[in-house]
Every structure is written in structure tokens, then in C-alpha cells.
């Protein structure tokens, strides 16, 4: 299997995202990642890796893009001068069937954008959405959209967000009839503005030609319960409640891992807590959720935070593979179309 890498995207620079995605060929045998930048630039990267990760080289194919977009860039500018960035070419390269998806940690704007024209949009979709996983109580998690691709959304948007999301937590998570809901700042009929309250009557006239639970409003906490599979709203709250997540998530880590070290002294104090520690981080770990997922294109595009390091981008290549596992594309276009109203 061939995916491709826009390595010229992140905040770290291009080392982080070629040492992720070596630790993905080494982790993946029968994968080969086409690495789009600066050709000397990309091919000096690979030859600092560490030993262990030098023998990914070979399944790591470097393609020239001697541009990049940059983080100020627009959507406007990269359509209409990033056709040689390394962000367009990967996605060109997934148009053209030479890859079976991309992922990138580039300007999120320019990324939606781009994608959008070069693979084009699933039928009756009307907007792509960003989407990630959130960890939730009892080992669950809760997939959020849209986190940032639409700030402000109509009714129609935030239904055809409903039914990709109830999709990824099908096709992903093998939930048979996931349990949607809509973002609200309470549970009353009356509350929330008019996109809200129209789309949840939208939902419920739709509820029974559905293959997914719609559970009604949501507030912020209910993310976390572990009774939802979905929750959705328009990208402006969606990218805050995310960010807002991942620094409390952080946050806490340090919090429990203070209280330790400070009640338990000695030796036998950090033996008892290492393990506790571990586990905490291992579940929590904004890291292993890293790779947000565009839904409603033809094509799959994975969105890797732009600071991660290699280990983050690891597991955003890693999400990559599970929906090429699942033809999530072609779920969301056979499965889920939205009821004509």
C-alpha cells in the first residue's frame, strides 16, 4: 500500500514528519510512503535518521515540491498559486490513484481547500468536515466534528456533518447504530441559535430513515460520559472545545503526577506510582488521538496536528490506514445519503 506524506506541513519542520513516517514503514511491513518537499532537502532528513529507523529509507519514495504553504497562507492563495507545494502534489498524487491517502500537518484552510478541489466532494455532501476522536469514560471515545474546516454553519451543514460522523464510528469503531447528538449549551427545545435548533428538527424528522441514533442536544460534559458516538457542531465551537481538551488533558497529567510526588516519598513511593503514571498517560495522551480526519471528500485526507512531533504524526499516518481499511469514502457515499426533505 502506497499513502502520501506531505512532509513540509508541520511546526516542527520536515524531520518530525520523516521520522514519523519511518517508524510507520517500520511498523508496517508491506507499506511505502511518497514523501512530497524539497528533494535535497527531504533526502538529507533521510539520512540523518537514527539506526534504527535507517532501514525504512528504502520503502520511503522522496517526489520533489519545491514549495510549500506556509501558515499565514489562505485558502484563496494556495488555490490559486500552491499547485507546486507539497501539499497539492500529495493531494494529486491521491487523485491520480498512485496513493491511497494523505496525510499532511500543513495550514488546515489551505489543506480543506485544496483537497476539496483535487478530490472533489462525496455526492450530496455539501461541505467537507474535520473529525478526531475524544477519549471518554469506560475506554470509549467520541468522535467530534466539525473542528475548524466550516467556523460558521447552516442547519443542512451540521446534518450532513450527522451522518459522516455516525459513519466514521461505524466504520471505524464497528458501532452497528451509533448515538449521535448536537452540541448545545443545554438540553431545552428553546436553547442554542437558530442552526442548532433547525438542525436537531432536521434530525429528528429524519430519525427514522437512519441508521444512527439521534440522541438530541449535548452539553460540553456529555463528550467525556461515554453514551455518545458523535457529537457535532459548527467548526468555531469545535476547534475550541478540542484545543480546550488537550490543554486540560495536560493539565491534569501534571496535576496527578505532582499529588504523587508529593505524598509518596522514596523509593518505594515511585515504584508504587510509576505504573499508575503510565497507564494515565497512555490512555489520556493527546498524542495517540493526533490525525483528524476530512470527511465528505472522495479521497481520504488525514489533518495531523501542526506541532506534532514524530510520534504524533505516527499515529495521524496510522489513522490513514484504518480508513483506507475501510473504504471510508465510499461507506459514507453508499450508506449514509441524506433523506431528501
Not at 433547525?198 to 437512519?210: C, F, G, I, M, P
Not at 483506507?324 to 449514509?336: D, F, K
Request: aromatic share 4%; proline share 4%.
Amino acid at each position: 500500500m502506497r499513502l502520501a506524506i506531505d512532509v513540509m506541513g508541520g511546526d516542527q519542520g520536515p524531520h518530525a514528519m520523516i521520522a514519523g513516517a519511518a517508524q510507520a514503514v517500520m511498523e508496517h511491513p508491506g507499506l511505502e510512503l511518497i514523501l512530497f518537499g524539497p528533494r535535497q532537502q527531504v533526502i538529507a532528513e533521510l539520512s540523518r535518521l537514527p539506526q534504527p529507523l535507517a532501514a525504512a529509507a528504502s520503502r520511503l519514495v522522496v517526489r520533489d515540491a519545491p514549495d510549500s504553504v506556509m501558515p499565514s497562507a489562505t485558502a484563496a492563495w494556495a488555490l490559486r498559486r500552491g499547485h507546486a507545494t507539497s501539499m497539492a502534489r500529495m493531494l494529486q498524487s491521491i487523485a491520480a490513484g498512485e496513493a491511497a491517502a494523505g496525510v499532511s500537518a500543513g495550514n488546515t484552510a489551505a489543506l480543506v481547500a485544496l483537497a476539496r478541489r483535487e478530490l472533489g466532494l462525496v455526492e450530496n455532501i455539501s461541505r467537507p468536515a474535520i473529525s478526531t476522536a475524544i477519549p471518554s469514560r469506560q475506554g470509549h471515545r467520541c468522535y467530534l466534528l466539525d473542528l475548524g474546516a466550516n467556523v460558521d454553519s447552516p442547519a443542512s451543514r451540521l446534518v450532513d456533518f450527522a451522518f459522516m460522523g455516525a459513519a466514521m464510528a461505524q466504520c471505524i469503531d464497528g458501532i452497528a447504530v451509533p448515538r449521535v447528538a448536537l452540541l448545545n449549551v443545554g438540553a431545552e427545545a428553546t436553547k442554542g441559535c437558530d442552526s442548532v435548533r433547525e438542525a436537531d428538527r432536521l434530525l429528528r424528522q429524519y430519525s427514522a430513515d437512519t441508521t444512527f441514533a439521534y440522541q438530541g442536544y449535548a452539553e460540553g460534559g456529555d463528550l467525556f460520559k461515554g453514551q455518545l458516538d458523535v457529537v457535532v457542531c459548527d467548526g468555531f465551537v469545535g476547534n475550541a472545545v478540542l484545543k480546550a481538551s488537550e490543554g486540560l488533558t495536560s493539565m491534569l497529567v501534571e496535576r496527578v503526577q505532582m499529588a504523587f510526588e508529593s505524598r509518596l516519598s522514596g523509593r518505594l513511593g515511585s515504584l508504587l506510582a510509576k505504573p499508575v503514571l503510565k497507564r494515565l498517560k497512555q490512555e489520556l495522551d493527546p498524542v495517540r488521538y493526533n490525525g483528524a480526519s476530512l470527511l465528505g471528500l472522495r479521497g481520504i485526507v488525514v489533518k495531523s496536528h501542526g506541532g506534532a512531533h514524530a510520534n504524533g504524526f505516527f499515529y495521524a499516518i496510522q489513522r490513514a490506514l484504518q480508513e483506507v481499511e475501510h473504504n471510508l469514502p465510499a461507506r459514507i457515499a453508499g450508506r449514509w445519503t441524506v433523506p431528501v426533505s
